[in-house]
Every structure is written in C-alpha cells, then in structure tokens.
C-alpha cells in the first residue's frame, strides 16, 4: 500500500515538474535514438562487410574437411560421399534455418601462365548455376560473362590477373597445380569473362572455372574443398551452424565453421570497428547519466521543503530516497520507450533505403576482403536494441541513486527551512 | 495512558557551529497537558521553531528527554519516530505546507493514506473536516490554485484528520492577513475544542498569543515565563 503512495508521488513528481522532466527525457530521448540509429547503421555496415566477404569467400557457413582451414590443401578435401551428406543436411534444414543458398567449391593453390607472365592464383572450381545466386561476381563483370551450365574448359578471371596476363576475354591460358595423386597437372581454358571487385586480391589472384572441369583436371571426382551456406541475417550463423554439426555428426568426419572462424580477418575487423562503437556509447550513455543525475539531483535540491514535509507527515528517509529514486527511474523508463520509438522512426524513416556515404568515400573500397559499399543500410537487431534500452535503464538507476541519498539524508528540520 | 500530551526533561539543542556552538534549546523541561492551547512566544532566534522540530522528532535532541503522549522519542530510531510522527503528531508549517504534486483532498488524506485507510473513509473523513472547516467545494484543487488561507486550512485538515494526539503549529499564521489569520484560528480553537486535539504554537503573532490557554515565552532557548490563562474564544467557528 505504501509502495502505491510512494509511487503515486513519484509519478505526481515528474508529471508537475513538466519543463524539467521534458528536457531531462529529451536528453535521454535524444541520446538512446542516436544510439538505436548509429547501432543501427553500424550493425548495417558490418551486415554489409560480412556479406561481401563470405559471398566471395567460404559462406557464412563452411563445411570442410579437419585441416583444410589450416593448410589449404587439396589432400584435406570432403570425398563425394561427404559432399553429399552435407547437401542433404542442408537441404533438409534449409527451410527452418534461414538458408539462402549454398555452393560447393573445389579450391586449389596454382598457377596461371600466358604467352607474357605466369602467376601464382587461387584457382576455384564453382557450380556455374549455384555460383551465380551465391556470389557477387556477376555483378562485378567487367568483360565477356559469367560461367554459366555446360562451360567446360572455360575460366572467369579478376581484371588485374588479365591485364598482368595480357589476356583478353576468348584468350587461352594454362592454369597448373598439385593434383590429388601429388603430380603437378596443367590445364588449358579459355577467358570467359573478367571481374573487378575493388578487393585487389582477388582481382589479381582469383580465377573462377566450373567444379566438374576442376574435378576432372585433379582427380578428385565428386570431392569439395568447401560446401558453402548463406543465411540471413548472419546473425544466425552459429545457430545455423550448430544445427548443421549436429545434424551431420561426427562420425562424418566433417568439420562445420561459422565465418568468424573460417574468415578470422574479418572477425577482427568487425570486432575491432564494435569496440570503436562501444566507446563513442559509453560516452553517449555518460553524457545520458549526467543529464539524468543533474535533472534529478536540481530536482532534489529544489524541493527540500517538500520532501521535509513528507518527513514531517510520517515517511521515513529510505521512502523518501525512493520517492526521488522511481521518479528518476520513471524518468528513465517513459524516455527510454520514446526514445527507441523515435530512433526506429527516424532511422527506418529517413534510411531504410540505406545513408549514401559515397560523397566521403571512393566508389570502390576494400576492407578485409570484403567491398564497402557506400550505401550503408541500417540493420535493427533486437538484441541490441534491447541491450541499450538495458543499459538506460541501469544507467538511469545509478544517476537516480545519488539524487535518492541526498534525499534520503535530508535533516527533515533543514529542509524545512528552505523556501521554494 | 499519561494525561501528559508532552514532557520533556532537561532537552538541549545545540548546534556545532563555528567559532562557536550554538545553543538553540537550553534546558527546556516543559510538561503539556492532553487538549491544551499552548502558544510558545519569543523574539527571533529564542528556539521557538527547534522546540516544535524537537518534539516532532524532526530533530535530535543534543541530551535531554521528551515523551509524546507518555512514549519516549528521544532514543527512537528514524523509523520509529516516523512512525509516531504518523499515528500521533499532525504537522501545520508557517507556508508552503502542502505538496504541490496532490490536491487538496490527497493533501488532506495523505496521513490516512499512509496508515492504509480505505478510500470511502479516508474521503469520508476529508470531506467531512472540509464542511467544517470551509472547504467544501475545492478538495481538487491543487495547492497553486488555493488561497494562502485556504492553503493553511488544508494544512490544517491533514494535521487533524487522523485525530493525532498533538498538533505542531509553526507561526501558521504569519503570512495570512489578519481577517484569514482569525478564521484559521477559529478553525483550530473549535478542533481543539471538539475534538480534544493538543496543539501547541510558536508564534509571533498577538492574535494566537490571546487565544492561548496557555502561554510560554521563550528567550535564548530558555522558558522565560509560563503562564495559564483564561481560554479567550475568537467567535463563532468559521466558515
């Protein structure tokens, strides 16, 4: 019952102290937007990394053979049998899973040789049909096509490796590498088509030729380096990958990686620019706390004769303290709600087609093997929504904390002395 | 149960002041007895107001001993003086007596809200000591929208709703004009009279000092003079 008073007050407290509680919860208001908008955009951006990265890499979800991280050889490969096994698992899982698509790969360490140069290349065989849903190449397509059903002896190579080649597309060249049975096999194909992706190392080192070709040249019939899963968002990837361990088993001999450990790279980018974020929101949650604590602790101090009165009428000064402590919290609590609402409204509202940095920023950039696009768009992820409303709310208790004490400490007859 | 509203024994109030200490109360040993209309008189400064806080349990006595309706304050816990402050002291201060978040009715109630009274008594009780008292018709007005007089009225309605055995009157009616100052005091004598409360006054004002039954002068934290008189009634309670 006296609970319901005490709260009754509180709320009385905030609602007559409009011009005060409206500014504090605009400080608030003002601040949990801004940061629901900059986690927004910044979730976007490594939404954005993380995708371009594992669209040209292993997925969001590799499934490879123990050691194939490590070395890179063709020796740790999944046999067909394998390859099989973990389609079907991700078949069967994809509905439930979030599974957008999936590509078997057979990649080698090689080299590529024309009439002018010969240099070392990543050479991938790809499944032209799935390739084309799974990756982004055909989208960087400079020359000729993509690899498409049916292409046989044909190669889609990165524009630096053509020029330093001098290959153009129709031109023949020979790539070479260690086949499964240890002897070094040579390849003729022939340049279907030329990509740029702004990841330099790719554009001077990849060549894209269809797996059944590679199979064939290495001897390794029906074998994958990598099968390769997208899911969205890729928040799910451990999810998905966990799922995707237990369904295959151990007794599989496969191993399932999240992207974060086939791409650790990319994991320390996206870790490393999180930290960046988390100091600009300490910072942001300080200034949050300093608004609070000055609105409620002015509040406080303004209103000593109201609070002795409270004394004088038979509460003690723990009720008093939480007399200030729930309105601080109510406070808190009421621009927290604004404040996300607000920061949902203007970030969908204004970006939800994404903030066009291109004005600041070349129209091609590359960071950690991923492309950058210029146009970030804001990604919302409830947890972290969620977290900082957390963190206001815990933040909004502290800074009421203080204010509570000193009310609470209050002598009832100084209190009484002081004129509002 | 004691026939003593108040008694105190030997209660100083000294305040640790630089260069010196400050004795605000000095030897104060007082007794008030149940339904008396006590006013303690002084020139600015005598104690008058530290007394009140003192025997509100709003402040601690420096040593000394005070019993308010024969239970010992002094040595209670914070607690435990809210407690009585609750259930036996109602409070009417010289202004700005009421919270400015409540009306006047939840002004007036709040004691008994705070003791867990159901609302239909709780407003049955208000509204009552309103018609009495001249309020009727603004129990939902808050604070702002009250008169000074008015003001005090409420002050006063919350001070006795809970029928407390002492009402603790700081100069209540020094920033009221003389013909609001007698109606509050008619108001006051007329509880005092039907109802039995205590109260005791400080005050500077000769209005409250003739109507007391008894008169106390303070100086330099000290009874100067203590005297009983004959009951002067201001009129007709007012409305």
Same mark, same amino acid.
């Given at each position: 019952m006296r609970v319901l008073v005490l709260l009754r007050l509180?709320?009385?407290?905030?609602?007559r102290n409009a011009r005060r509680s409206m500014l504090t919860a605009a400080?608030?208001?003002?601040?949990? =937007?801004?940061?629901?908008?900059?986690?927004?955009?910044?979730?976007?951006?490594?939404?954005?990394?993380?995708?371009?990265?594992?669209?040209?890499?292993?997925?969001?979800?590799?499934?490879? =053979?123990?050691?194939?991280?490590?070395?890179? $050889?063709?020796?740790?490969?999944l046999d067909g049998e394998q390859v099989g096994v973990a389609v079907e698992a991700i078949e069967s899982l994809a509905p439930e899973l979030g599974v957008l698509t999936w590509a078997p790969r057979l990649s080698v360490n090689g080299l590529a040789s024309s009439a002018a140069s010969a240099l070392p290349v990543r050479i991938e065989g790809v499944d032209p049909g799935r390739e084309a849903t799974f990756s982004d190449f055909?989208? $960087?397509?400079?020359?000729?096509?993509?690899?498409?059903?049916?292409?046989?002896?044909?190669?889609?190579?990165? =524009?630096?490796? =053509?020029?330093?080649?001098?290959?153009?597309?129709?031109n023949r060249f020979v790539l070479t590498a260690q086949s499964a049975s240890g002897d070094v096999e040579g390849q003729l194909v022939r340049v279907a088509g030329i990509f740029r992706t702004a990841v330099m190392e790719l554009d001077e080192g990849l060549v894209h030729m269809p797996i059944e070709t590679a199979r064939s040249w290495l001897g390794t019939e029906g074998a994958a380096t990598t099968v390769a899963v997208l899911v969205e968002p890729s928040v799910r990837t451990d999810g998905v990958a966990a799922q995707l361990a237990g369904r295959l088993g151990s007794d599989t001999g496969v191993r399932v990686l999240g992207w974060r450990e086939s791409s650790p790279d990319l994991d320390s980018a996206v870790r490393i620019d999180d930290y960046g974020d988390y100091i600009f929101h300490i910072i942001l949650f300080a200034i949050i706390a300093l608004a609070i604590l000055n609105a409620v602790l002015i509040s406080v101090l303004g209103r000593r004769r109201e609070f002795g009165i409270l004394r004088a009428m038979g509460l003690t000064g723990f009720e008093t303290g939480v007399v200030v402590f729930i309105e601080g919290l109510l406070l808190t609590a009421a621009s927290g709600v604004v404040g996300m609402v607000l920061g949902f409204a203007f970030t969908w509202g204004f970006f939800r087609d994404g903030l066009d940095f291109s004005g600041l920023m070349d129209s091609e950039m590359s960071f950690s093997g991923s492309v950058i696009d210029p146009v970030i768009v804001p990604f919302f992820q409830l947890q972290q929504v969620l977290v900082s409303v957390y963190f206001i709310l815990i933040i909004g208790s502290l800074a009421s904390l203080y204010p509570a004490l000193r009310a609470s400490k209050l002598d009832p007859a100084e209190a009484m002395k002081f004129e509002q | 149960m004691s026939d003593l509203a108040v008694r105190t024994e030997d209660v100083w109030k000294i305040y640790p002041q630089e260069p010196e200490p400050v004795q605000a109360v000095r030897g104060l040993t007082l007794e008030i007895e149940r339904g008396d209309? +006590?006013?303690?008189?002084?020139?600015?400064?005598?104690?008058?107001?530290? +007394?009140?806080?003192?025997?509100?349990?709003?402040?601690?006595?420096?040593?000394?001993?005070?019993?308010i309706g024969g239970e010992e304050l002094t040595g209670m816990s914070e607690r435990e003086r809210a407690k009585l402050r609750l259930e036996r002291i109602g409070f009417v201060f010289q202004a700005y007596n009421l919270l400015p978040v409540l009306t006047a009715l939840e002004n007036a109630e709040f004691t008994l809200l705070l003791r867990g009274l159901p609302k239909e008594e709780r407003h049955a009780r208000v509204h009552g000591l309103f018609r009495e008292i001249g309020l009727e018709g603004l129990a939902d007005r808050r604070p702002g929208r009250l008169s000074g007089g008015q003001q005090q009225r409420v002050a006063v309605a919350r001070a006795v709703v809970a029928d407390p055995a002492l009402v603790l009157a700081d100069e209540p009616t020094a920033n009221l004009d003389s013909v609001t100052s007698d109606a509050l005091l008619d108001t006051m004598e007329r509880l005092n009279r039907e109802h039995g409360t205590t109260?005791?006054?400080?005050?500077?004002?000769?209005? +409250?000092?003739?109507?007391?039954?008894?008169?106390?002068?303070?100086v330099d934290g000290q009874i100067e003079a203590d005297e009983r008189r004959a009951p002067v009634r201001g009129g007709a309670a007012t409305a």
């Open positions: 509180a709320a009385r407290g905030v609602g400080a608030m208001v003002l601040g949990l =937007a801004l940061l629901i908008f900059s986690r927004a955009l910044s979730d976007g951006g490594h939404e954005q990394w993380i995708d371009s990265a594992v669209r040209m890499g292993s997925g969001h979800v590799a499934i490879q =053979a123990p050691g194939y991280l490590e070395t890179g $050889k063709l020796e740790h490969r055909e989208s $960087k397509l400079q020359e000729g096509r993509y690899l498409q059903a049916g292409d046989g002896l044909h190669a889609f190579v990165g =524009a630096e490796l =053509a020029r330093r080649l001098d290959l153009e597309v129709g | 209309f +006590v006013a303690m008189a002084g020139p600015s400064g005598s104690g008058k107001t530290t +007394v009140l806080n003192l025997l509100g349990g709003l402040t601690d006595a420096t040593r000394g001993r005070i019993w109260f005791v006054f400080s005050t500077h004002d000769p209005r +409250v000092m003739e109507r007391a039954r008894r008169l106390i002068m303070l």
